[in-house]
């Protein structure tokens, strides 16, 4: 059994800038609104900034990753992309970005579990390592949500952002016996698919000419039966990977959930009975970046120095499928 260590980190956000003022214009909401209910303030689109797309964003944060952990794209095994808006639906974007970084012939994979994403991808990299078949695998969380997102539907257009956040997860040495990841736990619940899904333009009911319009294209979200679920399950998965590491909420540095709605958040905080200055939140400039979301405030907090070598964190996230997943890992 080889230790899993998180090698290097990366994120990429859209300079385009999305504010609750302009949602105003858009949308019957206000910016009181939108901060009470879910603490977000403005969010970074893709629309609009340079003509790049999904596959952009995840090569430019692997970039990032690859100079943290001092690593060439060579020295690559696997590349895991977590998305639910591929540049594609063939082939995976995972192969668009191997090609980008010039990462010679890894093996590519995408991998779709919605904001659980990356918390899926850090579990898949990690067994890969664990198991002695891999040494380094690039994970990325990227969307492109504004693709999917419903700029006539107040429910949802005001919660999502684009961006893009990478690890490179590396078989440690003797000297990381005390870091890496810990434990993780991942799980789904196939019944409630239709609480937050869309419902047209797959192969099973695809768009026609009737359809090109319909707003079952995009992002469909029954936010507050999403929420009571979203609160249950993050706190079961964190306490499962507390356990199993046999670590106590009070030995965590930092959480570092999933950024939906602060209000889960802080839900979450006091179900784990964690002190609220050792939970990670940048909502307010981010919004919902689903499978990105996690590994953009991973990066975001090691680079201000609020984690460092050392630090216990928990990761924890929670999305459609439903979908759901939790990490222990010490970087
Ligand atoms: N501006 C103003 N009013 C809005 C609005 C907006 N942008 N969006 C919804 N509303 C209205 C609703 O129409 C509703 O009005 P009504 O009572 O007249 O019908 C009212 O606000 C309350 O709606 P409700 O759904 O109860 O709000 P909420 O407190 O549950 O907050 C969410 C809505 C979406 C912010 C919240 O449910 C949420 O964050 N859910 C979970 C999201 C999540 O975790 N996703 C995880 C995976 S991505």
């Known amino acids: 059994m080889h230790t899993a260590i998180i090698s290097g980190t990366g994120r990429y956000s859209p300079e ?30 893709l629309n609009g900034s340079g003509g790049f797309s999904g596959s952009d964003m995840a090569t430019s944060a692997a970039r990032v990753a690859l100079a943290d952990a001092k690593l060439a794209p060579t020295d690559l ?121 869309i419902p047209l333009g797959g192969s099973k009911v695809p768009l026609t000419p009737e359809t090109a319009n319909d707003p079952g294209r995009f992002i469909y979200m029954d936010g507050r039966e999403v929420f009571k679920l ?43 009975r964690v002190d609220p200055s050792h939970v990670y939140k940048n909502i307010e400039r981010y919004g919902n970046t689903s499978s990105a979301s996690v590994p953009i405030a991973l990066d975001e907090a090691r680079r201000a120095g609020v984690v460092r070598k050392g630090s216990t964190i928990l990761s924890v996230a929670f999305g459609g499928g439903l979908t759901w997943g939790a990490a222990l890992y010490r970087l």
């Open 16 to 45: 385009k800038v999305l504010t609750n003022a302009d949602f105003e214009r858009i949308v019957d909401t206000s910016d009181e609104w939108i901060v009470t209910r879910t603490g977000i303030r403005e969010r970074h689109v």
């Open 77 to 197: 095994d696997a590349i895991i992309i977590a998305t639910v808006t591929p540049d594609y639906r063939l082939p995976a974007t995972a192969t668009i970005v191997q090609h980008n970084l010039g990462a010679g012939k890894t093996a590519v994979m995408d991998l779709v579990a919605a904001c659980a994403g990356f918390i899926y991808g850090l579990s898949v990299a990690r067994a890969f390592i664990v198991s002695g078949m891999y040494r380094n695998v690039l994970v990325v969380g990227v969307e492109h949500l504004t693709s999917i997102t419903n700029y006539a539907d107040r429910n949802t257009c005001v919660l999502f952002g684009d961006g893009a956040g990478a690890v490179i997860v590396s078989r440690g040495t003797s000297e990381d016996s005390e870091s890496g990841i810990l434990s993780t736990f991942l799980a789904g619940d196939g019944q409630y698919k239709d609480l937050l899904h």
């Open 230 to 272: 979203a609160v249950k399950e993050m706190a079961d998965a964190s306490e499962r990977v507390l356990a199993e590491a046999g670590v106590s909420p009070e030995q965590i540095d930092m959480v570092i959930p999933h950024q939906a709605n602060s209000r889960i958040i802080e839900a979450l905080t006091k179900r784990l």
